[in-house]
């Protein structure tokens, strides 16, 4: 895709001071609907499914719960203390109130509060990323030694609806810390954003709205490729360089073909491709995919994700693996290990689980 | 529904943060200022590992008011790895697959919520120790749809 010199050739972020992931963590819930429950009810069996299930969260799960624990998770392997960390960063769709941060409730069950910042990110499925980013900020000038940037969603498709196949439940939490500490160092980072009206929820309204086949062209595909282009030509990188690339994950078929576009192969980013099997967990998509991929990363690796949010933008990042992975890895459930736990249900049970049944 | 009780019962039920005795090293939970043990009195936080074992345990599918919702679900007595015994709802388990011995752990779930329109109160639970998988190769790989 051709682009104007000037998206071409842009500033790369990059703190003043080196900064990197200290330590990281998942969650997935233990339920799954599998596709194919929805084209039971809906569509009679007929038709195919855009992934094979989808994560579901549990009657006593939230945003906020399971972002409890992906942090805890991501304290364990950073080895630190959690009162060192000063700000607790929630990105998600799904924040369990309107008015009240999540970032509060994580905070103080991590036993973060009260010397930290907290609050609550939204920009759709980029909302993560954009905590990770403003976290390697905090720590890159030295207002802080550690940030917390989390992207977790609980998301809902309206009943029926194309949504209804992929709306998944999950993410990940980082912690970002100094470079010298880190197990993967973050090399650079470059955002790529336009007013693009793909797909949203209004007010008071449970369930999101989206422009259909506006959401492939104009929306995902420029942003992940411009954003993701742009940081390759400045970083003097090409595909082949990255061990493993993750791309926003809405469905199984965007990643692969925006992989293809630019020339990245299937096996690059197989590893960081959870959709198939999570379903799209909107703030928490990219971020779970660069999880699983960091459990099973070695030193030297280099990594690429990009996040795509609608609305319309993209964040891209170039991570270097250290040689501190590979004890890190095992002192915390791996993402793969979350996803085998899995509970399948139907759609009856599903319906109760997420609240669609009227009950007075 | 009382916030302010919520409130300061939040550090101890988001993270198991109960109390040591300074003198015999008890563990106490639930925070109470007196050593059940040689009966001194500390104030000396303890935060619990979270691991335990369920010691008995009782499945309710006629709920008080508030947790209607999530009957039938199942109360565990749990036995904390530093010793106290106490009482907590058990999640991501099926009813009948609970058993005396089995190994849990505390995780932060919504205990229940005042309406649509009060706070939702958080605390903790018990489930199944998440078991350890080795990564196998073809745990990355899957079949594209
Ligand atoms: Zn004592």
């Given amino acids: ?360 | 529904m009382q916030v302010s009780r919520h409130w300061r019962l939040q550090q101890q039920r988001y993270a198991l943060v109960g109390q040591v005795c300074t003198d015999c090293e008890e563990k106490i939970f639930p925070p109470r200022g007196v050593c059940p043990n040689c009966a001194k009195e500390t104030d000396a936080q303890f935060e619990f590992s979270g691991r335990g074992k369920v010691y008995s345990f009782s499945t309710v599918y006629t709920a008080p008011a508030g947790f209607e919702g999530s009957a039938p679900y199942t109360i565990g007595l749990v036995q904390l790895e530093e010793g106290p015994l106490i009482t907590a709802q058990l999640t991501d388990i099926d009813n009948d697959h609970v058993e005396i011995g089995l190994d849990v752990e505390m995780v932060t779930r919504k205990l229940l919520q005042d309406g649509d329109r009060g706070v939702l109160v958080y605390g903790y639970k018990f489930r199944p120790v998440v078991p350890v998988w080795e990564l196998e190769p073809e745990d990355a790989l899957f079949a594209l749809a």
């Fill in chain 1, 1 to 360: 895709m051709a682009l104007p010199a000037e998206m071409t050739q842009p500033k790369i972020m990059k703190p003043a001071r080196d900064v990197g992931i200290a330590g990281y963590g998942a969650y997935v819930p233990r339920y799954r609907l599998p596709a194919v429950e929805v084209s039971r009810v809906w569509k009679e069996g007929t038709g195919g499914t855009p992934i094979k299930e989808k994560a579901v969260p549990g009657l006593d799960e939230d945003t906020a719960t399971m972002s409890v624990e992906a942090a805890r998770n991501a304290v364990t392997r950073a080895q630190i203390a959690p009162t060192e960390i000063r700000a607790v960063w929630v990105g998600s769709e799904s924040h369990p109130y309107a008015v009240k941060p999540t970032s509060t409730i994580v905070a103080e069950s991590i036993g973060a509060v009260p010397s930290t910042m907290g609050a609550d990110w939204q920009f759709a499925c980029k909302a993560g990323t954009e905590a990770f980013q403003a976290s390697m900020g905090l720590v890159g000038s030295g207002m802080a030694e550690y940030a917390m940037a989390i992207g977790m969603d609980t998301a809902q498709g309206k009943p029926g609806d194309a949504l209804e196949y992929t709306a998944g439940a999950g993410g990940a939490a980082y912690l970002i810390g100094p470079a010298e500490e880190s197990l993967a160092v973050i090399e650079g980072s470059y955002s790529f954003v336009t007013d693009t009206p793909d797909f949203w929820r209004r007010a008071n309204k449970p369930y999101p709205e989206h422009g259909s086949r506006f959401t492939g062209e104009p929306a995902y595909f420029k942003h992940v490729v411009g954003a993701t282009e742009a940081l390759m030509d400045a970083m003097g990188t090409t595909p082949s360089d990255y061990a493993h690339a993750i791309f926003h994950q809405p469905n199984a078929k965007f990643p692969m073909r925006v992989g293809k576009m630019m020339g990245f192969q299937a096996n690059q980013i197989e590893t960081g491709l959870l959709v198939p099997m999570i379903g799209n967990t909107y703030a928490g998509a990219a971020l779970i995919g660069l999880s699983a991929v960091l459990d099973v990363a070695k030193p030297g690796d280099l990594i690429l994700m990009t996040s795509f949010g609608s609305g319309a933008g993209s964040d891209c990042f170039q991570l270097r693996i250290t040689d501190k992975i590979e004890k890190r890895q095992k002192l915390a459930p791996t993402t793969q290990q979350y996803i085998k736990r899995r509970t399948e249900i139907d759609y009856a049970t599903y319906t109760r689980f997420r609240g669609k049944l009227v009950m007075k």
